[in-house]
């Protein structure tokens, strides 16, 4: 559920003259609330990084263009038949989940599948960097082969700091915390159908996303494509 920041936003959009400290008053009135972030981070195992791979974020989670720089992790959603595995890309240029991948094992098919949606969507032939934490499926040799293959550049965070893919991270815990922590899966398929309509029906294309001043992240993409395209010659 959104805060009053959010929901002032989303009204404002929409036309409606009001004020955000009257939202929230009227939000204490009704006891609503908004569901709050997580208050520390769970950190991972981290492996060796490949030899001549290097942080080339250094926590700069900004993008030129998108298709410049995609951040990418994996989680784990609990389901009544077992775990079940998530690995998402975003575009850090509009924090848009441009790939995503889920299956019942945690192995390296699972991300490089997710980073192959995400090279289907790509248009253009020009190099992108992918940022990952150092998961033994993100440092495997057939990973990093798959990457290469693709022009894609690998970069990855260094040793026992989640900060350093923070905007990955800070989606993980979004969608646990607005969906899969609200819900009691039965299923793996309940949960695939429950993640995917989270991602693509609600977080990329209507959720108000800070970075992106309150655009939903898909919209803000379309947005910057279509003043892109009037501006060429």
Not at 136 to 152: C, D, K, N, P, V
């Amino acid at each position: 559920m959104y805060g009053s920041p959010k929901i002032w936003q989303r009204l404002r959009q929409q036309g409606e003259g009001c004020g955000k400290h009257h939202i929230a008053r009227l939000m204490r009135q009704e006891g609503l609330r908004g569901i709050p972030a997580p208050t520390s981070w769970k950190q991972r195992r981290a492996g060796a990084r490949p030899a001549g791979i290097t942080n080339q974020l250094a926590r700069d989670f900004t993008a030129p263009a998108p298709n410049a720089i995609w951040v990418t992790d994996i989680t784990y959603i609990p389901t009544q038949e077992g775990w079940f595995y998530l690995a998402v890309v975003l575009d850090l240029f509009s924090r848009q989940v441009i790939g995503s991948s889920m299956q019942p094992q945690l192995t390296r098919d699972l991300v490089i599948q997710a980073v192959l949606m995400a090279v289907w969507q790509k248009k253009g032939p020009q190099a992108v960097i992918l940022h990952s934490d150092r998961g033994t499926q993100y440092t495997s040799q057939e990973f990093q082969a798959f990457l290469r293959a693709h022009g894609i550049v690998s970069s990855m965070s260094g040793a026992g700091n989640c900060y350093d893919n923070a905007v990955a991270e800070s989606f993980l815990g979004l969608i646990k915390r607005e969906r899969v922590h609200r819900r009691q899966y039965r299923t793996r398929a309940d949960a695939r159908a429950d993640v995917f309509d989270y991602i693509e029906g609600f977080y990329n294309g209507q959720r108000a996303h800070s970075f992106t001043q309150g655009v939903a992240p898909r919209i803000f993409g379309e947005r910057y494509h279509q003043k892109s395209s009037l501006t060429c010659p």
